[in-house]
Nanobody
Framework: QLQASGGGLVQVGGSLKLSCATS????????IGWFRQAPGKEREGVSC????????LYADSVKGRFTISKDDANSTVYLQMNNLKPGDTGVYYC?????????????????????WGQGTLVTVSS
């Protein structure tokens, strides 16, 4: 299971830190991705982190503003979001890629992910 939390209402330029708590699988054996879906738009990949020391990926729209990290001891992945913009508004989901492999970078395409949590709503007001 995955459970995203930490969303809320924030003004432009503000920050939020999302958490993705996981259970029911071996956390260190999976890749984790963050996705978001804005009203009327398709879901898009935001960031992902994989096994071992592979590069963390970010969508171009969030590079330099968002940072993904993981806490193996607590089986949790975080998404620190800074300098938030109205375009960041949406429901944020975390998902697990059970097919992740050591040394292979993660992917921002949703079809690689097998298990999805319920989302958390982020609203950025101008």
């Amino acid at each position: 299971q995955l459970q995203a939390s930490g969303g809320g209402l924030v003004q432009v330029g503000g920050s939020l830190k999302l958490s993705c708590a996981t259970s029911g699988f071996t956390f260190t054996d999976v890749g984790i991705g963050w996705f978001r879906q804005a009203p009327g738009k398709e879901r898009e990949g935001v960031s992902c982190i994989n096994l071992g020391d592979t590069p963390r990926l970010y969508a171009d729209s969030v590079k330099g503003r968002f940072t993904i990290s993981k806490d193996d001891a607590n089986s949790t992945v975080y998404l620190q979001m800074n300098n938030l913009k109205p375009g960041d508004t949406g429901v944020y989901y975390c998902a697990a890629d059970f097919g992740a492999n050591w040394g292979i970078a993660c992917a921002l395409e949703s079809h690689f992910y097998d298990d999805w949590g319920q989302g958390t709503l982020v609203t950025v007001s101008s």
